[in-house]
C-alpha cells in the first residue's frame, strides 16, 4: 500500500474539521480559529492543536471527541491526537473572513 502524501494528509484534516461545528456558535471549528496547528509526521500521525472559545465550554468534551473522530477517520491518518490549549486565548480575530460575514462582524 503506497503511502499517502503528508500535504494531501493535512489538506482532508482541514477539509474534516470544516464538519465539526461549535454548538453554541453556526460556523465550524476550523473556520472560527480554534485550531491552532495540524501536524501530520512521516508516520502519519496526526496531531491537532486546537482551543476553546471559552474555557469553560460546557460542549468541551464531545467537541473534543468529535474532532478527535473526525481527524482520525481521515484516510492515511494512523493515529490522532487532540491537544487541547488556551495559550494563546482564543479571540474573534483568529476567525476566518467567512466566519466573521457569517457572523455580522463584516
Known amino acids: 500500500m503506497e503511502l499517502r502524501d503528508i500535504q494531501e494528509i493535512e489538506v482532508d484534516i482541514a477539509k474534516a474539521l470544516k464538519t465539526v461545528y461549535d454548538p453554541e456558535i453556526p460556523v465550524n471549528i476550523f473556520d472560527l480559529g480554534l485550531i ?12 491537532v492543536t486546537m482551543t476553546l472559545t471559552a474555557p469553560n465550554c460546557p460542549m468541551a468534551d464531545q467537541m473534543l471527541e468529535e474532532t478527535h473522530d473526525k481527524v482520525a477517520a481521515v484516510a492515511g491518518v494512523t493515529e490522532a491526537v487532540i491537544n487541547l490549549t488556551f495559550d494563546p486565548p482564543w479571540d474573534k480575530s483568529r476567525m476566518s473572513e467567512e466566519a466573521m460575514l457569517e457572523l455580522g462582524f463584516l
Open 36 to 47: 491552532y496547528e495540524v501536524d501530520v509526521d512521516d508516520n502519519r500521525k496526526a496531531t
